[in-house]
Structure formats: structure tokens, C-alpha cells
């Protein structure tokens, strides 16, 4: 497994078990949410990170980093959402929501291994404000696409655009990593 793969997959056990933890908190709320709503709330979190990058100014006790869980997570929720459709059903069986979260993980982490042998891991010499802004990016298409219920003439789905958002707030989370070991590692 390449290093870019044990970090991603590091990143996601860090994501899951928080997921995981809400899921106990709770329960599937979530699953009321229409894809929509899950991708204005990926908005949100994504227009927050961009004005943190632009501003320096913070005044809620969360980071970046946090953000971009949030990001991955609900990126999941979508995907599961996509497959399941919204319901008002709450007594659905945790595990087989967990099943779905790591079915879509691998997924996503297998999508993030042949991007990055095509690309050649270009997203390392990015900045994190640049990865934002295509997250930023891939939220208005998201939008776009289901204002036009769904339909589009030569684009990828919202599906393709819900693993871009994933692993585009993997590779920001790594990215932090590294900076924050880096530092250690010099004091």
C-alpha cells in the first residue's frame, strides 16, 4: 500500500469514528435530509474554511481540520443517501449504515489511488486554499446538478462530485498532518 493510502486510510478511521460516535449520539437523523440539504451543509462547511483561509479570523471554537472531517463525513452521508434515498426511519440498523460508510471509504480510497497515479500526486505541490477552492467548486456543480434535477448533458454525477469533495478534504487533512509533524519534528 502506498504511503498516500495508509494516510488516507488513517484519515478515514479518524472520520469513522467520530461518525460513528454521532451515530450512537444521534442515531440516523440524517436520513431525513434530502441530497440537497447535505450538500448546502457541505457549503456551509466549505464557505467557513475559505473565510477562516481569507480572513485569520476565527470565532467558533473549531478548525479547519474539523471542517474538513465534517466535509468527508457528510460526503458519505450523500452517497449513502444517493444509494438509499431520504427516509424517516430511524430505527435502522447501525451496523449496516457503518457497512455502507466503509463501502463507500474504499471506494472513495480506491478512486484517490488511480487519480493520484494518473495525476502523479499533483495535489502535493497545492496549496490547501487552492484544494478549498475546488471543493468550493464541486459544491456549486453539486448544486447546479440538482437544480437540474439530476440531469446533465456531458458531466460526471453528483456521485463522482461527492467523492472529488471526499478526497480532495482527504488530501487537506493530510496536508495538515505533514505541516504539523514537520514542526514537531523541528522543535
Known sequence: MSETSVQFEKII???????????QDYGPAWRVLRPSSITDQIYIKVNRIRTLQMTGKKMVDESEEDEFVAIINYSIIALIQL?????????????????????YATEARKLMERKNH???????????????????????RT???????????????????YFDMLNYSVFCLIKFSEKKNSIESQN
Open 13 to 23: 478511521s479518524q472520520c469513522r469514528e467520530l461518525f460513528s460516535k454521532k451515530l
Open 143 to 161: 448544486k447546479q446538478i440538482e437544480d437540474n434535477q439530476g440531469v446533465t448533458v456531458v458531466s460526471e454525477g453528483l456521485d463522482a462530485n
Open 118 to 140: 494518473d495525476y502523479g500526486e499533483a495535489w502535493r505541490d497545492m496549496r490547501i486554499s487552492s484544494i478549498t477552492d475546488l471543493i468550493y467548486q464541486k459544491v456549486l
Open 83 to 103: 444509494e438509499k434515498g431520504f427516509s424517516n426511519d430511524f430505527n435502522e440498523n447501525k451496523q449496516e449504515i457503518l457497512n455502507l460508510y466503509d463501502q
